[in-house]
């Protein structure tokens, strides 16, 4: 449950994914993301997921993703 200061009662610092800011951060139980998330990013930090409420076009699900220490997306290429 939040208390509108972007900590929630258990005192994790929540971060933004998609258009709630309601996912814990540094949390490897994170109960916002659906399953298999969040997952390891390669900076160290934690890559969450939201369900968007768009469909993709083959009817599908679309997820958008966040790390929640460097703020990476999933679909980002790697820096060269």
Known sequence: M???SGVDCAGMKLFQVGEE???RQG???CPECPDEFPEPCR???L???AV???LDPDD???LITCCDNCGRSGDEPDEN
């Open 52 to 54: 968007c409420e768009d």
């Open 60 to 62: 599908g699900v679309l």
């Open 43 to 45: 900076c160290g930090g």
């Open 2 to 4: 939040k208390n509108g």
């Open 47 to 49: 890559r969450h997921a």
């Open 27 to 29: 949390d490897r139980r």
């Open 21 to 23: 800011k309601n996912h």
